[in-house]
C-alpha cells in the first residue's frame, strides 16, 4: 500500500518554530523567550520580533532600515556588547532600585529649588 501524498504535505506545513541560529549574531540579533520558540532581540535597541521573523532576510531589513550606521561595525563588537549586556543585567535590579531613588531625592531638591524660589519672586513684584 502507497501512502497518501496529501497526508505528508500535511505534516510538512505544520507550523516549525524557528531556531536562533548563532549565525544570526551578524544581524545584530539575539533572543529572548522560550527556547523552544525563541524570539529574535535586537542587540541595537532591544527590540523583540516575533518568531516567525527569525529569518535572516528579516533581521537583516531591521538592521539596515533600523540600524545602517551599524551593519558595518564588526561582528566582535557586538559579541562584546552581548557579553556586557549579560553581565549588566545581574545588576540590572540594583541599579533601577539606586536611579529611582536618586531621582525621587532630585525631585524633592527641585521642589525644595522651587519653594525657595517663589516667595522671592513674589515679594520682588511685589515690591515693585
Ligand atoms: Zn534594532
Known sequence: MMKN???????LKKVVKRKYDED???YRFSWCGDETAPRPQCIICGDQLSNESM???KLKRHL???HPSCANKDKQYFERCLEQNKKQKKFMKLAVTVSEKALEAS???AKLILRQKKPH???ETLSY
Do not use: L
Not at 501524498?5 to 505534516?11: E, F, L, R
Open 121 to 123: 519672586t513674589v515679594s
Open 64 to 66: 539596515y532600515s533600523g
Open 55 to 57: 529569518v535572516p532576510s
Open 24 to 26: 544570526y549574531i551578524k
Open 5 to 11: 501524498p496529501a497526508s505528508v504535505t500535511k505534516n
Open 107 to 109: 525631585y524633592h531638591v
